[in-house]
């Protein structure tokens, strides 16, 4: 069967460069406290570090937030690549454990409009998490809403966040520098996203 669904990871995948949250950190001037907290692996800290970063967010509005979006690093050949395979009738999805206002933002300006994320509440500072294998679940509930198979599915990530995720997809490409232990992964280190969609229209080619 023909891919059906491509879902994208965010940071280090369609962004390049510093990630959403460091980008939006340093235009309110948390940049180096958000390098460290790039850098840490225990999920109390995860949480204590978003936490921390709602109250940026917060007492700079969301208006304030989302304004230093502009400045987002984007992949080479994105806008191109995902416009074609919309093009080719492949539905486009994002799966990221950054924040929503930044990956609504990305998806609003690729056309896309299926995502999920962490999500922050600038009213009540609640917080609905995503990790990695929130990814992993979005992408099994999109393949039962569409009414496909994981297996017509292709997913794009760098890190090993996405390594679940792109275990049980048809398709599994991999953009980070370091190649995952998978068995089922293509892998294109900082690959342009117009071969990442030319690999995808390959591989439908051949099924």
């Known amino acids: 069967m ?14 390049r460069g510093d990630t959403a949250c460091q980008t ?10 958000m390098c460290e907290m790039e850098r840490i692996k225990d ?12 109250g940026w967010y917060i007492d700079a509005g969301l208006e304030g937030v989302k304004s230093h979006l502009s400045d987002l690093q984007w992949a080479p050949g994105v806008r191109e690549g995902t416009a074609e395979l919309k093009d080719a009738g492949i539905q486009l999805a994002l799966a990221s454990v950054t924040w929503s206002f930044a990956v609504e933002h990305v998806a609003e300006q690729l056309g896309i409009s299926r995502f999920r994320s962490t999500e922050l509440d600038f ?4 917080i609905r998490h995503a990790w990695g294998d929130t990814k992993s679940e979005y992408m099994h509930e999109l393949a039962e809403a569409l009414g496909i198979a994981t297996t017509e599915i292709a997913a794009v990530g760098d890190s090993p966040g996405d390594y679940e995720m792109l275990r049980g997809a048809g398709l599994a490409i991999f ?11 293509t892998h294109l280190p900082d690959a342009d996203i117009r071969d990442v969609w030319k690999t995808i229209l390959n591989f439908e080619s051949r099924r």
Request: net charge negative; glycine share 8%; hydrophobic share 40%.
């Open 175 to 185: 953009v980070g520098n370091e190649p995952p232990d998978l068995t089922n992964v």
């Open 24 to 33: 939006v950190a340093r235009g309110l001037g948390k940049y180096e406290r």
């Open 123 to 126: 009213t009540t500072r609640n």
């Open 43 to 54: 999920v109390e800290q995860i949480v204590a570090a978003r936490e921390e970063m709602a």
């Open 2 to 15: 023909p891919i059906q669904l491509a879902i994208f990871d965010v940071d280090g995948t369609l962004l």
